[in-house]
């Protein structure tokens, strides 16, 4: 089953970032600092409970595309860990 979550239209709560993030190993993990509005934040945002929070607000500063798979979490696309998880 496929399913799909638009996270600009539909943000995460606080929890189910703070779930996410503990699932794959940290805050580091699930934030995008390539995006703009992470740049816009970095110097003013410190701990991890303050990037979740704002996360929540901007959902774009959470890397996509978030994919379950066989019950692993994958975030963000990395060509060499999807076609691993294909075969």
Known sequence: MVGEHDLIEFPL??????DLAKEIG??????????????????TVHTDEEWIAE????PRLIRRPLWRFRGRLLVGFDPETWSQMSH
């Open 13 to 18: 709560s606080v929890a189910e970032i703070r």
């Open 26 to 43: 940290g805050v580091s993990h699930l934030l995008s600092t390539k995006s703009p509005k992470y740049r816009e934040r970095k110097d």
């Open 55 to 58: 996360m929540a607000r901007e």
